[in-house]
Nanobody, 124 residues
């Protein structure tokens, strides 16, 4: 069973940066996709970024492309989301997620495993 634990959220001013971490355990992830989603109050959970652990693809939502970078540390089984040039509209709870590659999509409902979420608040 996959366990995902996020950390690194917080309060930052617009234009600032944060790095989120997601420690993954419970499986060998070579056949998995790992991703980040976010959910703002009153809104649906939306796709932010994802990659295949084997290195086949990396995708970003248009709203974060060029500002956010998803990466990983294989030795630590940890996924990161570096967020730069943050905007107030980036305020949300950010979730780390995992799914088997053959079930990959950018719809949250298709992702099988989730972390508990970490709050990111960007002040104007």
């Amino acid at each position: 069973q996959v366990q995902l634990v996020e950390s690194g959220g917080g309060l930052v001013q617009a234009g600032g940066s944060l790095r989120l971490s997601c420690a993954a355990s419970g499986r060998t992830f070579s056949s998995y996709a790992m991703g980040w989603f976010r959910q703002a109050p009153g809104k649906e959970r939306e796709f932010v970024a994802a990659f295949s652990w084997s290195g086949g693809f990396t995708y970003y939502a248009g709203s974060v492309k060029g500002r956010f970078t998803i990466s990983r540390d294989n030795a630590k089984n940890t996924v990161y989301l570096q967020m730069n040039s943050l905007k107030p509209e980036d305020t949300a709870v950010y979730y780390c997620a995992a799914t088997r590659l053959n079930q990959y999509s950018d719809h949250a409902a298709d992702w099988a495993s989730w972390g508990q979420g970490t709050q990111v608040t960007v002040s104007s």
